[in-house]
């Protein structure tokens, strides 16, 4: 039975989406100046206003313990001074990167004269879907603004007074920079009948992207009538090669676990080979449980760590598809390089998975075999990111292969166009 809120609701969000769509038709010719002007203004704003952001953000860290969050989550909540220094410098970086709307992809003359070029052009409107970060909110707008498109915001309820507070920002800085405020818009209420009419108004928002757990996304994508860019969850394993180095493979390991494991690109996995499991595997393994790691391990993996007393618990079969986001790890044992691959692809999430090796050619079989958005040699997985691509920001990570794979930038917040020049031809 419909409500008379479900239908103010209903039509809130309808009016949002409408003025999102003309935002985006001033957007789409908007000048470099004007959105870059945009960008310096939101970092200088965010800088200035650590204080009101802190204690919004406390608002939303006090419920979220009432409520029970787990400690992963309630991390990335929390808006700390590094977390709010990030977030103006990921903004200034974005506006320092070349505007991609516009620009000429290729260019063809047909024999008749006729020139075709195809050019890169906004998307339109983006519904993104989000929780607990709140710094998504800042880094969805500042990339969708500077390619052109206009962005309708739906945080989740735990970041909602921050979220509020950073919204509250942007429009100021729309305001400033005499751009449409609508250009960024942040549904204000968590009610879900507001996220089920945003995923049906495929007339007027041309691509949704969900951010946050499994459960959220694959709701987002079997509800919505408009095309979803999306990874369900972050699987990413580490495999240390036959011909892996000791000390590099430690830290690494270390490093994609440990450095912030409640991120989607933090190992969830190590595999290692069977001819240096029982000479590696037990330095590796201590050093994880110094950094109170909990290891659950296969029955080969389980007879080494028992012999040289390092506290396990047996792998099921359920751990090595799990997106722990915890100091967890599922640590199996590998006969070989291809074993390797052929577990990646069959437990991972096509998300991130590293080698560590000395040899570049058994390397090149693994980021050639490895079917996942970003694959390394000798590197964590914890660089998946936008900043660290030097993309500035991301608006998320996709694991998807039709229009963009891994982390989403500017240019993958646009789609094409052909412009055709002629002189009077007729078919």
Known sequence: MTTAIDTELDQMVRAMAGRAREASLRLATASTASKNAFLSRLADLVESSVAILQSENARDLEAGEAAGLTG????????????????????????????????????????????????????????????????????????????????????????????????????????????????????????????????????????????????????????????????????????????????????????????????????????????????LLPGLARSLRRHAVQLRVDPAAAAILEAHQIDFQPATEADWSEEYLDLILAVRVVPSLDAAIRDINTFGSAHSDAIITRDESRADRFLAGVDSATVYWNASTRFTDGFEFGLGAEIGISTDKLHARGPMGLTELCSYKYVIRGTGQIR
Do not use: W
């Open 72 to 279: 992963a989550l309630l991390d990335r909540l929390r808006l700390t001074d590094a977390r709010i220094k990030a977030m103006a410098e990921g903004t200034r970086e974005v506006r320092d990167l070349p505007d991609p709307v516009g620009l000429e992809i290729e260019k063809t003359v047909r024999p008749n004269g006729i020139e075709i070029q195809k050019v890169r052009v906004p998307i339109g409107v983006i519904g993104i879907i989000y929780e607990s970060r709140p710094n998504v909110t800042v880094d969805c707008s500042i990339l969708c603004l500077k390619s052109g498109n206009a962005a309708i915001l739906r945080g989740g309820k735990e970041a909602f007074h921050t979220n509020q507070a950073l919204a509250g920002l942007i429009r100021q800085a729309l305001r400033d920079s005499n751009l449409p405020e609508a250009a960024i818009q942040l549904i204000p209420t968590t009610d879900r009948n507001a996220l089920l009419t945003l995923l049906k108004l495929d007339s007027l928002v041309n691509c949704i992207i969900p951010r946050g757990g499994e459960g959220l996304i694959r709701f987002v994508a079997e509800t919505s009538t408009i095309p979803v860019i999306k990874h369900y969850k972050g699987v990413c394993t580490v495999y240390v090669d036959r011909e892996a180095d000791p000390a590099m493979a430690e830290a690494i390991v270390i490093n994609a676990k440990c450095q912030r494991p409640s991120v989607c690109n933090a190992a969830e996995n190590l595999f290692i080979h069977a001819g240096v499991a029982s000479t």
